[in-house]
T-cell receptor, first 113, second 116 residues
């Protein structure tokens, strides 16, 4: 089983719907992240969390919210999905420290019609 | 501000050719980490290498090699004798070392297509 698991892997939804992407990890890491990938733009940071009580906005947090339900779980919500949120979403984890290495989930492909 | 530039959007080579993927970075930090990740067509992100700013030694791992030059703020990646399985998007990324965030700043990626 993957150390960082994302569900669902693929989702098609309609404009205005609320969507939740879930991430769980078995690596025991404190830090978790949500990134969004768009063609030609690389990966952009949406939100990150250092522990259950710490949530921080990234570069592109507008239109998104997150919840850190436990050390191992970090979910991303789109309260009212819009077509330009169609993208590939990645959850990642890291150990506290200075190396910066991230461990990524397999990605969740979201299509908003 | 930190920035990573991968000027090559797409590269196409024929199998067995050598290919170099360029990465140029900007940072005001004196201590930082650089990374390369591979994203094959299946979509997952595969970690390839991490290099810290104090270690300018080039590294070789099989057919892969990395050339880190602080003088030119570059961290280039060479694949020797490319194979079809090397076809993927390759991302270069930068992380500040002494900040508390471990956030990675990614380049926009280079799509490498290796033709048989």
């Amino acid at each position: 089983d993957a150390d960082v698991t994302q569900t669902p892997r693929n989702r098609i939804t309609k404009t205005g719907k609320r969507i939740m992407l879930e991430c769980s990890q078995t690596k025991g890491h404190d830090r978790m992240y949500w990134y969004r990938q768009d063609p030609g733009l690389g990966l952009q940071l949406i939100y990150y969390s250092f522990d259950v009580k710490d949530i921080n906005k990234g570069e592109i947090s507008d239109g998104y919210s997150v919840s850190r339900q436990a050390q191992a779980k970090f979910s991303l919500s789109l309260e009212s999905a819009i077509p330009n949120q169609t993208a590939l979403y990645f959850c990642a984890t890291s150990q506290a420290g200075n190396t910066g290495e991230l461990f990524f989930g397999e990605g969740s492909r979201l299509t908003v019609l | 501000a930190q920035k990573v530039t991968q000027a090559q959007t797409e590269i196409s080579v024929v199998e067995k050719e050598d290919v170099t993927l360029d990465c140029v970075y900007e940072t005001r930090d004196t201590t930082y980490y650089l990374f390369w990740y591979k994203q094959p067509p299946s979509g997952e992100l595969v970690f390839l290498i991490r290099r810290n700013s104090f270690d300018e030694q080039n590294e070789i791992s099989g057919r892969y090699s990395w050339n880190f030059q602080k003088s030119t703020s570059s961290f280039n990646f060479t694949i020797t004798a490319s194979q079809v399985v090397d076809s993927a998007v390759y991302f270069c990324a930068l992380s500040e070392a002494w900040g508390a965030t471990n956030k990675l700043i990614f380049g926009t990626g280079t799509l490498l297509a290796v033709q048989p």
